[in-house]
């Protein structure tokens, strides 16, 4: 068995067992048990009533924007067609190119987070979903990647624009900030995307939407909140 760290034993002993914990006590402890020296990222995790059967397709699969951003740092590119390279510059992004940058993409020389491309572009991209898919680099027009104003794209995701998906299981995670934000604005944060979530509950689900919410830090302990 893995020995653990001082630090580690240090942080459960905030731990609290058999108590019902508010998400605004959570997020003090949180803030407060992140005592490494980056700025570590404060995560919530949902356990949602969407457990996929045999042949099931419940899935959430949408964006959520944060009013004080996420605080993760976000390299954007932008595939346009060879006459709106100039136009994209303009952007702010970091990339831009055409079919030079998918030339980089068939190869696997990138290294941006986040791809916006145009309707036009998207026939030429499709071909390297299995490149850009697993990774959730796949630009899709539900998730605003999929566009020809490229300053408003990049603006939005600059902004705060997360993309959530769950998994088959029904779990769900994301990043609503980093421990140098304030705890009211991870508050802030925090209540805008659990309500985010509860508004995409399918019609065919009956009774609580959202079973379990935990918050931690990237290198902290997790607790479960008990008022949902």
């Not at 995560?43 to 964006?63: A, E, F, I, P």
Request: glycine content about 8%; overall charge positive.
């Amino acid at each position: 068995m893995k020995k653990k760290s001082k630090r580690y034993k240090e942080i459960l002993k905030f731990a609290i067992k058999d108590k019902k914990i508010t998400a605004v006590e959570i997020l003090d402890l949180v803030k407060k048990n992140a005592t490494t020296k980056f700025d570590e990222s404060i995560d919530v995790s949902l356990r949602l009533n969407l457990k996929q059967s045999k042949g099931g397709d419940l899935s959430l699969r949408t964006v959520v924007k944060l009013p004080n951003g996420s605080g993760k740092k976000i390299k954007i590119a932008v595939l346009c067609e060879a006459d709106k390279v100039e136009e994209a510059k303009k952007s702010g992004a970091e990339i831009v190119g055409s079919d030079d940058l998918i030339e980089k993409i068939a190869e696997g020389k990138f290294d941006f987070t986040k791809l916006i491309c145009t309707p036009t572009m998207m026939s030429k991209i499709g071909k390297h979903g299995k490149v850009l898919g697993p990774k959730g680099l796949m630009p899709n027009p539900k998730l605003g990647t999929v566009s020809t104003d490229f300053i408003k794209a990049v603006k939005d995701i600059r902004t705060g624009l997360i993309e959530i998906r769950n998994d088959k299981d029904g779990n769900l995670a994301a990043t609503i900030g980093r421990k140098s934000f304030s705890s009211e604005k991870l508050l802030e944060n925090y209540n805008h995307f659990i309500e985010s979530v509860k508004k995409e509950k399918p019609d065919t689900i009956k009774g609580e939407f959202i079973k379990n919410i935990f918050i931690t830090s990237s290198m902290g302990v997790s607790f479960k909140v008990g008022n949902k």
